[in-house]
């Protein structure tokens, strides 16, 4: 038997009364993909900053080639052969590619010498690792798939064997993020030893060896993946059995809710981002939006829910809505019933460092049943808050906490809670399970579902074509500002839309 | 040929004043480029303008003065350092204590050091800078153009005045061609970076406040001991909030930074020089001349500038984070 690449034995680490991590064992062959899932919240990073010298364990051992090996630092961890991608890259914007590579492992003094030396060795990596970048480039300059290659570049410039990549895909598109997998595909190959962390089954089921399942602190399994399937991983994650497929019976499509025809909208840079397309969404149907981000989706949410002008025609109920000046606010929406469950929770949907109660009210704060006098009645607006907290099972069950106390998921079920609870006639909703744990998927797909079958409309926008076939009833892709065309979902396939996805025209439905 | 001498004089005059503007704007650059936000350049100039003139008066050695005042001026810096790097506070705040500090301290011990009214005794000889006159300067002062240009202009300022000058190139050079350089850079874009590439965030933030506190206190010294003799009740007059507007203005930049210094400088000497301009019976006012500098700076400051941004992480204390 080969000795592990990396061997943990009985790690804890507890933060205050929270046991992040809880006697944690671990071993993982040298040249393999070894998964590590979890629900967000199971102590999957917090395991992870451990071997990076983030964090100091409280009990355990780290080996590191068959030699005990304290990591104290993230120098430590980097003279280990330890390399870390993390989920939000730790670059610097306004330097280029090769500055950034070169930061923290210069040669001397002065920066000439390590330049030309870095460039030298970049050339030889990206030959070896087909990896990639202009050196020359600024990171604000590139797109975040080529930020992460600088990520994976800079550790394998600091001779790391072990590399750990934390959600790597969370930003990436499909086809970035194919292209990674392909890459430590390469990097596996070399002989180097891979740790991704992610929530993404398929991920786990497609490009790993092996899996380790978190739940709550401790590691509930470790198995070969070829020996496992996505509904026992799910199971071994949440602790008891998870629907992966959106149970739900056919739409039953009403008279039409939404219609949209030739809306253009233009950014603030004044370039078009929706190119007059038409779309109709009707009632008790849930209609998604597919497409790579960046190609109009975002924008035609933002002058739904009143956050954006345009121009053309929209009609709720067949009374047109203004596109722009009074009245195309996002309160008048609000007003119209049309819910938003806006793309970014953390920058549109929340206030961040308000109480879970306060972000109850935002968009209804003028609502009667808040007002008492002159002065917001807080008591009742709590009660409520207590109501939708329980009704959609949010986690911790405290109106008090601020919205960044709670973990991704359950910052989402509270914006669906405010949304859903005033039974819109359209609901907006974007990406409603980016970073969002599969408990809380699954539970937030359920909602979006019912409320359909209550003969709602529902507008759905969503990067992750999973998403986009288990909840929708039609299917339009966007692409550079168009609708490329709708499909239903039994009669297409991922290849079809990904075709549509990347411009490929197909036949207007 | 009057009119070019008196260009000459008031480029002159314009290089004096420019200089301590220059070193607490450099000052303020190697500060803020690190992430620490410095409103207490003010402060630390104020206290070692004091302590250099005190030092100064006491032992009749200028250069034991600069080394007080540098001195003074670090114990400052440290002060905002801990402050803001190792307890995490806020870096206004702390600048503004600072600031505080060193106006009510500096004339309280005046008083009861000098008991000459918070001022320190004027200095005389070996007790202030003298001028260093380059060679030839005077012999040369008599060809026409280039002879005023080099002895008046050139020749026959303080040594901190040139040491203020070369520090222009060499912070362009310490910021962009050395290692030091990068990561002090990076420190205040992304310190997550640094921390993470195995590089000690506080030491860097530590290194880039002492630097800042070594450059307040030759440019407070220079107020003290070159441009003036002695000390005066808030004798920095706001210099410390100009220099940051000109480290605003100049975009963090070093060459820039001194573009806008000798900017302010030459506002201030033409408010000298020209103390009543008479505009045809219409007699502009020595007040409003003298408050030239001052509105220009408001007037930078209220955007006039464009669009500058200070680096990402500014006024941020880092906390590791996953």
């Known amino acids: 038997m080969t000795v592990p690449a990396i061997e943990l034995k009985g790690i804890s680490k507890a933060f205050g009364p929270v046991q992040a991590n809880k006697d944690i064992s671990i071993s993982v062959a040298p040249g393999t993909i070894h998964g590590i899932i979890g629900e967000n919240g199971a102590g999957k990073s917090t395991l992870m900053s451990i071997l990076y010298g983030f964090y100091k364990a409280d009990k355990g051992e780290i080996w590191i080639n068959g030699n005990k090996t304290d990591i104290p630092d993230s120098q430590a961890a980097i003279a280990a052969g330890i390399g870390m991608v993390f989920q939000h890259f730790k670059l610097v914007e306004n330097f280029t590619v090769l500055e950034n590579i070169v930061l923290g492992a210069e040669d001397g003094g002065l920066l000439a010498p390590s330049l030309s030396k870095a460039r030298k060795e970049l050339k030889a990596l990206e030959e070896e690792y087909e990896l990639f970048v202009d050196p020359d480039k600024r990171i604000d300059e590139i797109g975040v798939g080529m930020q992460q290659r600088v990520e994976i570049l800079k550790a394998l410039y600091r001779k790391a064997e072990i590399l750990i990549l934390d959600e790597p895909t969370g930003v990436l598109t499909p086809s970035e993020a194919d292209q990674l997998f392909r890459i430590l595909d390469r990097l596996r190959a070399e002989g180097k030893t891979i740790i991704v962390i992610t929530h993404k089954l398929r991920e786990i089921m497609e490009n790993t060896d092996t899996v380790s399942v978190m739940r709550r602190g401790q590691m509930t399994a470790t198995v070969k993946t070829a020996d496992t399937s996505p509904e026992e991983l799910a199971e071994l994650m949440v602790g008891r059995k998870v629907l992966l497929q959106v149970d739900k019976v056919p739409a039953q499509p009403g008279k039409p809710v939404l219609k949209i025809e030739k809306l253009s909208v233009f950014d603030s840079a004044g370039v078009e981002r929706v190119k007059g397309i038409d779309l109709t969404v009707r009632a008790g149907e849930i209609v998604g939006i597919a497409g790579v981000a960046g190609n109009g989706q975002s924008e035609l949410l933002e002058v739904l829910g009143g956050m954006r002008p345009g121009q053309g025609s929209i009609k709720l109920n067949g009374a047109p809505l203004a596109l722009s000046g009074p009245g195309s606010d996002g309160q008048a929406r609000r007003a119209q019933h049309i819910a938003h469950v806006p793309e970014d929770r953390q920058r549109e949907g929340l206030v961040m460092d308000f109480h879970a109660w306060e972000n109850v009210a935002f968009g209804y704060h003028r609502d009667p049943a808040y007002q008492s006098g002159i002065f917001m009645n807080n008591a009742a607006l709590r009660a409520d808050t207590e109501r939708k907290i329980e009704k959609f099972d949010v986690r911790p069950p405290d109106a008090w906490l601020t919205a960044k106390s709670f973990s991704g998921g359950n910052q989402q079920k509270i914006v669906v809670a405010r949304e859903i609870e005033r039974n819109p006639d359209l609901l907006l909703v974007g990406q409603p399970t980016r970073g969002v744990d599969i408990g809380a998927i699954e539970f937030i797909h359920k909602q979006i579902v019912a409320l359909r079958d209550q003969g709602k409309a529902i507008l759905l926008v969503s990067v992750e074509l999973e998403e986009i076939f288990s909840l929708s009833d039609r299917i339009a892709v966007m692409f550079d500002g168009h609708v490329m065309g709708e499909r239903l979902p039994h009669e297409t396939d991922e290849k079809e839309l990904g075709l549509l996805m990347a411009g490929v025209a197909g036949e207007a439905a | ?322």
Request: hydrophobic letters at 55%.
């Open chain 2, 1 to 322: 040929m009057e009119f070019f001498i008196t260009f000459i004089q008031v480029l002159d005059s314009t290089i004096r004043l420019a200089t301590p503007l220059l070193l607490a704007c450099l000052a303020g650059l190697y500060s803020e480029r690190a992430g620490i936000f410095d409103i207490g350049l003010e402060g630390k100039m104020l206290m070692a303008a004091f302590f250099s003139a005190a030092v100064a008066a006491v032992t009749g050695s200028v250069w034991l003065g600069l080394l007080a005042g540098i001195a003074s001026s670090l114990v400052l810096s440290g002060l905002h350092g801990l402050a803001s790097i190792t307890f995490r506070g806020n870096q206004l705040i702390s600048g503004v204590a600072i600031n505080f500090l060193a106006a009510g301290m500096t004339v309280l011990v005046a008083q009861s050091w000098f008991e000459q009214g918070g001022r320190t005794p004027s200095l005389f000889g070996g007790g202030r800078f003298t001028p260093i006159n380059f060679p030839f300067a005077e012999s040369l002062s008599g060809v026409p153009i280039i002879g005023p240009i080099y002895s008046e202009l050139l020749s026959g300022h303080s040594i901190l005045v040139y040491v203020a000058f070369l520090m222009v190139p060499a912070t362009w050079w310490i910021l962009y061609r050395t290692r030091f350089g990068l990561r002090l850079r990076a420190v205040g874009e992304n310190p997550a970076a640094v921390d993470t590439a195995g590089v000690s965030v506080v030491g860097l933030r530590y290194a880039a406040v002492a630097i800042c506190g070594v450059l307040c206190g030759i440019a407070g010294a220079y107020l003290a001991t070159a441009l003036q003799a002695g000390f005066v009740k808030d004798m920095t007059a706001g210099r410390g909030f100009i220099a940051l507007a000109a480290l605003i203005f100049a975009k963090w930049r070093p060459w820039h930074a001194m573009g806008a210094c000798l900017l302010f400088g030459l506002l201030q000497a033409i408010a000298l020089r020209f103390q009543n301009i008479d505009l045809g019976g219409v007699v502009i006012p020595v007040q409003a001349m003298d408050a030239l500098p001052y509105v220009l700076t408001v007037v930078i400051l209220a955007g006039f500038v464009g669009k500058a941004v200070p680096p990402r992480a500014g006024g941020e204390p880092y906390v590791k984070e996953r």
